[in-house]
């Protein structure tokens, strides 16, 4: 049985290194986040239309992903195979309301119709580090951001627990979630 544990939080949080490190970690496969891809190729001035093209090639990967890992014959000691995905739904609602006060209504369908194991919400203890796609580099939006999604965890059924911390602590608090969840 394949688990799906989505990592999400607020950028510049450290999901994309703690989904590798967690992949790594467990010897399985980690789905990138689309949006990076995206965003490099076509820019960022990007509008509401292209978070819904975000949306679907999000969805894609992550369908190419799981396919791949139901491809992978496990041995009869091990009961699933786990998928760690840098991003969801829950991440492309928070971006559509928080840039143009509106969701897709595809986007709201898909948070309801997809079912993942664990949340991982990464918090925004890490110093923001500058690149060419990040938006919010003021505390008050980080913090902002934050509550939303951890509201969004408070408010659905899927268990998560909170990343934080500094170097390897993150690291190890995931991997302590994660073991519960295989246990």
Not at 74 to 86: A, G, K, R, Y
Not at 150 to 160: A, F, L, R
Request: proline residues 4%; negative net charge; hydrophobic residues 35%.
């Amino acid at each position: 049985m394949l688990k799906k544990i989505v990592i999400i939080g607020p950028e510049s949080t450290g999901k994309s290194t703690l989904c590798e490190q967690l992949a790594k970690h467990y010897d399985t496969l980690g789905c990138p986040e689309y949006a990076r891809e995206y965003l490099l190729e076509k820019g960022t001035d990007y509008s509401f239309e292209d978070l819904l093209t975000v949306a679907k090639g999000q969805l894609i990967l992550e369908e190419e992903y799981t396919a791949k890992m139901k491809a992978i014959k496990l041995p009869e000691s091990i009961s699933h195979s786990t998928l760690f995905l840098d991003t969801d739904m829950y991440v492309m609602k928070v971006w559509c309301e928080f840039v143009f006060g509106n969701c897709h209504r595809f986007i709201l369908d898909q948070i309801i119709e997809r079912k993942y194991d664990l949340y991982l919400l990464c918090n925004t203890d890490l110093p923001w580090v500058k690149d060419e796609l990040r938006e919010y580099p003021d505390p008050e939006s980080r913090q902002q951001l934050y509550k939303i999604y951890k509201d969004i965890m408070i408010n659905q059924s899927t268990p998560w627990f909170e990343i934080n911390g500094v170097n390897d602590e993150r690291l190890q608090k995931a991997i302590t979630a994660v073991d519960q969840l295989l246990q």
